[in-house]
């Protein structure tokens, strides 16, 4: 009897064949999703350079990805990938990492790429906390919930990340959740399709960590819940505040077009070829 083969297995590295994450994590719902875009778009792996952080989502790409990967320092990963994207402008550079690295102590350059307007794509797996390191409260963290690094209840207001990557400039910005993995598909591949800073954030479920402090349950539970307390950008509107207060507004926040950095770069160079 012949072995089937997952169809997205050949865009991985074949000699792996165990992953870091925990049972029930929604890190395999985001690899698959990205994979299936990429598959789905008819892209070549050989054209992608996936940079990514610290932290279990910055697993995702590497090294399971058959491709050139690029696993940095925490918080960094959207300045290493503006380095390969100017010196590579052909290339798809695409981030994939966790909130506390991109929004916490990468929170920077974030928003400055998108005020740039440089060509990456960037995959954002918030599951509201610090996963990796067991458990801390996060920019994302909801006010109330009591982690590891606040007992009593974290103060702190969350980052509303996709409306900020939106008005800090970005020209694609949209948020899914692991609950619907085809509208999360569709919105990386428009991302990646977009000329210009595109930021896919993947609400998702940390069963361990966030599971012990939510108590949201199991994964299964957290899935119902994301489906369950997901309003679309447009409901969301005619809603007030109180009645979004334990939301997730899911949709596209960005989709505009304007001139974006490694092109006005390349444009610069042309014109200067030749000048003293
Ligand atoms: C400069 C620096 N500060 C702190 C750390 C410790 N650290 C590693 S991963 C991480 C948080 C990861 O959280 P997140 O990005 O949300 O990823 P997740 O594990 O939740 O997917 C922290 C604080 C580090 N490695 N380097
Ligand atoms: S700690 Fe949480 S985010 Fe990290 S692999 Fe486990 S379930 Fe996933
Ligand atoms: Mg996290």
Redesign the pocket.
Known sequence: MSKSVHPLRKYTRGHISRTTTCPGCGIGTISQAVLRAIDELELNMDDFIFVS??????WIPSPFYAADTLHT???RPIAYATGVKLGLPDAHVMVI??????TA?GGNHLIHAARRNIDLTVVL?N?G?????GG?T?PTTPRGLATVTSPYGNMEHAFDISPLAAVAGAAYAARWTTAHPRRLTRAIKKGLRKKGFALIEAVSQ?PVQYGKAGKLGKAVDMLKYFRQNSVTVKKARALAPDALADKIVVGEFADIEKAELTEQYRELKRKMKGRP
């Open positions: 952080g610290i932290g279990c989502s910055a320092t925490h918080g990492s966790g909130d506390g690295d991109l102590i797996v599951n906390i610090y996963g990796m390191t801390q996060a940390c």
